[in-house]
């Protein structure tokens, strides 16, 4: 059975909002999952309950990175660009919020 592309979250008891990227084989960072990590981050942000935040992977691999071949598409549209940027600088300010 093939794994899932995407993006899961689960809030524990805790308070603690585990965020799970899927993309096998390397976990790379390709448009959906950016995509996916953004509204999952969002979507950790507006919940009341959510105290932490833990992003992890499956497969034993955190990621291999950027997925080389959306090179293609930034170069052709340029729209995934922004989106890409938008969801670092959402990171970032989690990073700010809590160092």
């Given at each position: ?67 080389i ?12 660009v ?16 809590c160092?």
């Open positions: 059975m093939a794994k899932k592309m995407g993006v899961t979250m689960e809030v524990g008891n805790d308070g603690v909002a585990v965020i799970t990227i899927s993309n096998p084989p390397v976990n790379s960072l390709a448009s959906p999952i950016i995509s996916g990590l953004k509204e999952k981050f969002q979507d950790a942000n507006h919940r009341s309950d959510v105290k932490a935040i833990v992003l992890t992977e499956n497969g034993g691999r955190f990621s291999g990175g950027f997925n071949n959306v090179f293609q598409q930034v170069h052709k549209t340029g729209t995934q922004s989106s890409a940027v938008k969801f670092f600088l959402i990171v970032k300010a989690y990073c700010v919020m160092c």
